[in-house]
């Protein structure tokens, strides 16, 4: 159980640093007009590309079945529906660039990078605190250390955005952004518990479930949305 839990964590994970790496530059730079900014995205799809190599440097050294990891997103419907969630966004502006879908996308941002990876590294973290995997969690934290600063980025920028454009910030966006995130939590709780089966020391589905809700909550009032869930954080 474990071992099938950290691939399909690793799995996750690959995928989805793969698809920021080019979706920062295809569907987010082109409609920042600060050089500012324009330039920090190109050094976060930097930096998401060279997580992807490094989770396959994990992959490539430590699981039995390495092509299984890099497709288990196509074959995986729990994995499939979860990231197709979150790609639907990124879609939405790619076909109907406005400035309502611009913002959304900002959200989807905050999804993926502040509940989703952190959901996905919480599991590694979780076989660290029984002695295993240490050199998986090591790398973890290293990029970890670059998605905080992702984190960081979208929430200055979704903020920015709030003070300068407040005309955007609509009854109708806020209620798309609160409908993405209970999807997103949703569909994160499903994968958590499908992943670890309940079978995971230290991670229950009680912990798993909480703990989503807590980051989808965090990162909503740290862009001053009103919390959703009003949990503590069970992971200390």
């Not at 989770?55 to 729990?78: G, K, P």
């Not at 996905?120 to 670059?146: C, E, N």
């Not at 003070?163 to 609509?170: G, I, M, N, Q, S």
């Not at 965090?218 to 009003?230: A, E, H, M, P, Q």
Request: proline share 2%.
């Amino acid at each position: 159980t474990e071992k099938d839990a950290y691939d399909k964590a690793l799995s996750q994970l690959i995928f989805m640093d793969s698809l920021q790496t080019n979706n920062l530059i295809d569907n987010v730079n082109p409609y920042v007009t600060s050089p500012e900014i324009n330039l920090i995205l190109v050094r976060q799809s930097f930096e998401e590309a060279l997580h992807s190599q490094s989770y396959a440097v994990m992959v490539d050294s430590i699981s039995t079945n390495s092509e299984e990891i890099y497709e288990l997103w196509r074959r995986d419907m729990m994995l499939k529906q979860k990231n197709d969630a979150i790609f639907r966004t990124y879609d939405e502006l790619s076909t109907n660039p406005t400035e309502h879908n611009f913002v959304k996308a900002c959200f989807a941002n905050q999804i993926l990078e502040g509940i989703y990876f952190y959901s996905g590294f919480a599991y590694i973290y979780t076989l660290a605190r029984s002695g295993k995997m240490l050199g998986s969690a090591q790398m973890i934290r290293f990029i970890q250390r670059d998605e905080v600063t992702h984190l960081i980025l979208f929430q200055n920028l979704i903020n920015t955005l709030k003070k300068e454009r407040a005309d955007l910030f609509t009854k109708e966006l806020i209620a798309d952004v609160v409908e993405m995130f209970k999807e997103a939590v949703e569909l994160e709780i499903k994968w958590g518990k499908y992943i670890t089966q309940g079978q995971i020391l230290g991670l229950t589905d009680d912990i798993v479930e909480q703990y989503i809700q807590y980051l989808a909550d965090d990162r909503l009032s740290s862009v001053g949305f009103t919390k959703i869930y009003n949990v503590e954080n069970p992971i200390k």
